[in-house]
Nanobody, 120 residues
Framework: QVQLVESGGGLVQAGDSLRLSCAAS????????MGWFRQAPEKEREFVAD??????YYADSVKGRFTISRDNAKNTVYLQMNSLKPEDTAVYYC???????????????WGKGTLVTVSS
C-alpha cells in the first residue's frame, strides 16, 4: 500500500508560480509512474501531467507552464507551476500508476489533494 501526501498548495495571484510536492511512502517509488490531476469546483477530475522514469507528458492546457519532475532518492514528485491563471484553480491530486498515470483508470493510488487558488 502506497501513501501519497501532497503539499505546497495555497493562494496566489495570476502570473505567480507555485511548486507542489508529493511524498510517497510504503512502496517502491521508482517502480511507479507518477502523475498530477486536478479537480475544479463542479468539474470532473482531469489529467495535468505524468512522469514515467524520465519521460513526461502534459495536458495541453498546462504545456509550457508546468513542469513535472521526480526525485527517486527522496520518494517525491514535484509539479512546478509557472504563469498561473485563475482557471488553474483546483484541488491538485498526486497519483501513482503501474506504467502510466495520465488517465483516471491508470491510477492505483491517490493522495488526498492540495488546494491551489489563483486570484485574478
Amino acid at each position: 500500500q502506497v501513501q501519497l501526501v501532497e503539499s505546497g498548495g495555497g493562494l496566489v495571484q495570476a502570473g505567480d508560480s507555485l511548486r507542489l510536492s508529493c511524498a510517497a511512502s510504503g512502496g517502491t517509488f521508482s517502480g511507479y509512474a507518477m502523475g498530477w490531476f486536478r479537480q475544479a469546483p463542479e468539474k470532473e477530475r482531469e489529467f495535468v501531467a505524468d512522469i514515467r522514469w524520465s519521460t513526461t507528458y502534459y495536458a495541453d492546457s498546462v504545456k509550457g507552464r508546468f513542469t513535472i519532475s521526480r526525485d527517486n532518492a527522496k520518494n517525491t514528485v514535484y509539479l512546478q507551476m509557472n504563469s498561473l491563471k485563475p482557471e488553474d484553480t483546483a484541488v491538485y491530486y498526486c497519483a501513482a500508476g503501474w506504467r502510466r498515470a495520465n488517465k483516471l483508470s491508470d491510477v492505483v493510488y491517490w493522495g488526498k489533494g492540495t488546494l491551489v487558488t489563483v486570484s485574478s
